[in-house]
């Protein structure tokens, strides 16, 4: 996270405090049901706004740096607790995530038959063609602006300025016609038993929150966890439950749904560990696999060799003889085009946590590393980077990592005096991560200046070209900023075996 922010919301914009609300206890090993469990609770406030409002996703009731909405933001765009009032900020107030120019001839097609929902299946071919005509101009775009030395060993040659995808003054309009239209269509069907086109309407509900990358996550298991929160919702209309449900209740439970089954479809939460919960956050934490995982920003060496001495040393860090940390942020997103059908797993938060335990696996294997101006060094950092899958960027960051290293006295003292320590890395496979979804996030870009009033925005899309091996592009230190959530649980590095 940037050390410093470009820019304060106004004065004026006081930020809305959320409900206080009585919190679940924490789930160790939880099963998927309870997953569903605390979804169908958020589809049910959705209606009919319970008295204890449940715990949220991450960051599902926050802004730009992880803030609170401001009281005007709520009285315009409506409850953003809930992913209805989430859009109707987004398509109304977010216009660099609005349709892409390309696009809206298709939509505009679309919405002028009498049934989007209908519809839709004829309009995905074209619309996928423009999605991947952007993709290619969005991809040419940036590389131009890449130094020549793409293959170096310099940060620098990697960086280059975001470039958004092309919209116009009327992406955001054709937006909300489309979003009004098919929510207004679903909610038609679903209360009255008719579930023939929930995956069509996901899919409306994908595109919009990220147009370029969007449509490649509406998987089976989303279409059928919608259908079965709609069917929970339909079942609470009825005697005895017998709650109210009008038009735009039924619009907010069918719009919450849809960010609910999405989430829930995550190939992430098929082995998750623990599920913490905070002020109003639920927090979903998982295991990934250090070998193989991409990166797309660099880190500040100084801030990983402090974390460094967290790990070893702080009290905290231990449990149970194993080593914890504050668990990184982590979304499965579509290598994009995507007609491929690949998702990766991206950090989204925790670059210098997740290259700290990189150093000490790296170190714990070849402890020769630590010793400057050894000619064996560079073999022993290619040796590591190839057996774990890593690519030229994580090289390029353990490298200076090693170096700050090298020429300091205290750094190379600590470790070599802390080697049976350090030793136990070897085993150190995996890290824990909080399991997000990146077009929730409200992602503010440090490298561009901002708007005239808020931050200048990163798109979800710029995740795949980031993080894609064979681009070769990265984000400067601190160039991206999510915001955290307001609490975490420390996890150990190993996961117990029990789980």
């Known amino acids: 996270m940037a050390s410093h922010v470009q820019y304060q919301k106004p004065s004026n914009g006081q930020a809305m405090s959320l409900a206080p609300r009585t919190l679940p206890l924490d789930i160790d090993n939880p099963n998927f049901s309870d997953f569903v469990d605390l979804a169908i609770l958020r589809v049910v406030d959705a209606a009919s706004t319970l008295s204890n409002r449940p715990p949220r996703l991450f960051p599902t009731a926050e ?53 989007v929902l209908t519809a839709w299946k004829r309009a995905l071919p074209p ?24 293959f170096s060993h310099q940060k620098s040659d990697f960086i280059a300025t975001p470039v958004d995808y092309r919209t116009n003054s009327i992406s955001n309009s054709y937006g909300i016609k489309l979003w009004e239209s098919s929510l207004a269509e679903i909610v038609h069907q679903v209360s009255r038993g008719n579930y023939k086109y929930a995956k069509n309407f996901l899919q409306i509900f994908a595109f919009l929150k990220d147009p370029l990358g969007g449509l490649d996550s509406v998987l089976n298991k989303s279409v059928s966890l919608f259908i079965y929160m709609m069917k929970s919702i339909s079942k609470l209309a009825c005697p005895p439950s017998s709650i109210s449900l009008t038009p735009k209740k039924w619009q907010a439970s069918a719009a919450q749904a849809a960010q609910e089954a999405l989430f829930l479809a995550s190939p992430l939460l ?150 049976d320590l350090v030793k136990n890395f070897r085993d150190m496979k995996s890290i824990p991560a909080l399991v997000v979804r990146e077009d929730n996030f409200h992602t503010v870009c440090q490298q561009r200046p901002a708007l005239e009033n808020r931050p200048r925005l990163l798109l979800p899309f710029h995740q795949a070209i980031y993080n894609d091996e064979k681009l070769n592009l990265a984000f400067p230190q601190a160039g991206q900023v999510h915001g955290r959530a307001l609490g975490f649980k420390p996890m150990p590095l190993v996961r117990r075996k029990s789980e």
């Open 63 to 115: 802004t730009v740096f992880a803030q609170n909405f401001t009281r005007e933001e709520w009285l315009v765009y409506g409850d953003l607790e809930t992913e209805l009032g989430r859009m109707n900020y987004m398509l109304g107030n977010l216009h660099e995530r609005g349709i892409p120019s390309n696009s809206i001839p298709h939509i505009a097609r679309l919405l002028s038959c009498n049934s």
């Open 270 to 419: 098929e082995n998750v560990s623990y599920i913490h919960f905070a002020s109003h956050q639920q927090l979903s934490y998982t295991y990934v696999p250090l070998d193989g995982l991409p990166r797309s920003e660099f880190s500040i060496p100084e801030h990983v060799l402090r974390i460094v001495e967290e790990i070893l040393f702080e009290k905290h860090s231990q449990y149970q003889g194993t080593f914890c940390v504050a668990p990184i942020a982590v979304s499965s997103y579509p290598i994009l085009p995507v007609q491929r059908g690949k998702n990766m797993t991206v950090i989204i938060d925790g670059n210098h946590r997740a290259t700290a335990v990189m150093v000490l696996r790296l170190i714990a294997e070849h402890p020769t590393a630590l010793t400057p101006r050894n000619p064996d060094n560079q073999e022993a950092l290619e040796t590591f980077c190839a057996s774990h899958t890593l690519g030229i960027k994580w090289k390029v960051d353990l490298a200076e990592v090693l170096e700050i290293i090298h020429n300091s006295v205290y750094h190379s003292k600590l470790l070599h005096e802390n080697s």
């Open 127 to 150: 619309l996928k063609n423009s999605i991947v005509e952007e993709i290619r101009w969005v991809k040419t775009q940036i590389q131009k602006d890449r130094r020549v030395n793409v």
